[in-house]
């Protein structure tokens, strides 16, 4: 298996490469988003959102308010973002929600659902209520004292009340109907909450505990409403590999229980590209694979990744920005893969 870091399929694929204007029309709001979109939608279908649930792959500054060591609105972070700001993205630029709905054409940058500068309108067109350090297994956010998944379904309910409050239930049912739902978490319950800390242990072996994970992942997509894309970013692991066969037949027995043609729940195999991106990285055009940018680029992650790091002179040759999290280059090229791989079964 090899990534694609320069282009989507041909025409001659269902996905194609082209750029276009997208204009969305509401019932009682008109947005014009110029994103250029790199992948081609059927005339019917529309992707009006991209909501995102999970941890710090995802968390575009959810945390930045908690009292928490898992944030990052605080250089180096954000070194590569528009103006050089950290926003509590844990990256030195885009992370995958901003990239994929750059890439569908919904808008350029998805913010945070808790930023005080989101506007009424970035609600029409998707928000992320992910936190970092959250997972599957309520040990984890507990540990890193950060917003649970409970939390995010809870600031989940509260964002449809304010749609509908916008445009009227009607167009709101669209939206959640028909957005794109990316939910990406199981990293932090494997490397911080059973093997590094060692809570679960006492409990579980990797196979049981995999096995709980599965059903707390499983419970957590019964409950949205749409189409689902499913990405747990799990580290290149033996228990990840555990873990990635597992959910895979789980989710698939749960798509066809629902027996709804609405909602389409597709997993995302991440573990195999990250692995492939990381021992391949010279084919990917990387530099440096086996540490981060980051300080010494081996333990530092979130906020003992500071100012007072020295950071590497050239990150776009180095596919991890800190100890644990990829570069925008990086993402690039795994949401690249992403698209061209897995949008044809979400559609």
């Known amino acids: 298996m090899k990534l694609s870091s320069h282009s989507l399929p041909s025409s001659s694929s269902s996905i194609m490469l082209f750029s276009v204007s997208v204009l969305l029309i509401f019932s009682c709001i008109c947005t014009i988003i110029t994103t250029e979109a790199i992948v081609t939608l059927p005339k019917n279908i529309v992707i009006p959102a991209v909501i995102v649930f999970g941890d710090s792959i995802v968390d575009q500054g959810n945390n930045n308010n908690l009292t928490s060591s898992a944030k990052s609105n605080f250089p180096p972070y954000g070194k590569d973002f528009m103006g050089g700001i950290p926003t509590g993205r844990f990256s030195n630029g885009k992370t995958p929600p901003d990239l994929v709905a750059e890439d569908l ?9 808790l930023d005080p500068s989101l506007q009424a309108t970035d609600l029409l067109t998707g928000v992320s209520f992910a936190s970092g350090g959250t997972g599957f297994d309520p040990q984890s956010p507990q ?6 998944l409970d939390d995010q379904l809870k600031m989940f309910k509260e964002y449809i009340g304010k749609l509908k409050g916008m445009v009227g239930e009607d167009r709101t049912n669209f939206i959640l109907t028909n957005s794109l739902y990316l939910v990406v978490a199981g990293s932090n319950d494997l490397t911080n909450t059973y093997f590094l800390l060692g809570i679960r242990r ?74 492939d991106l990381i021992q391949n990285h010279r084919e990917y ?18 906020t003992s990744c500071n100012a007072l790091c020295e950071t590497c002179s050239d990150d776009s040759q180095y ?15 795994l949401v690249n893969y992403i698209l061209q791989k897995y949008i044809k079964d979400f559609l």
Request: charged letters at 15%.
């Open 105 to 113: 054409g919904v808008k350029d940058l998805l913010p945070a659902y």
């Open 143 to 148: 540990i890193a004292a950060v917003y649970t």
């Open 202 to 275: 006492l409990q579980y072996d990797i196979d049981s505990y995999t096995d709980f994970m599965v059903r707390s992942a499983s419970n957590f997509v019964k409950v949205l409403p749409s189409s689902s894309f499913i990405i747990y970013w799990v580290k290149p692991i033996l228990s990840g590999k555990l873990f990635n066969a597992k959910i895979t037949g789980a989710l698939s027995s749960l798509s066809n229980s629902l027996n709804d043609a609405q909602v389409r729940i597709v997993y995302i195999d991440i573990y195999n590209p990250i692995l």
């Open 285 to 302: 055009g990387f530099a440096v694979a086996d540490k981060g940018c980051c300080g010494s680029g081996t333990i530092e992650a979130a």
């Open 319 to 333: 596919v991890f920005w800190d100890s644990f999290h990829p570069t925008e280059r990086a993402y690039k090229v």
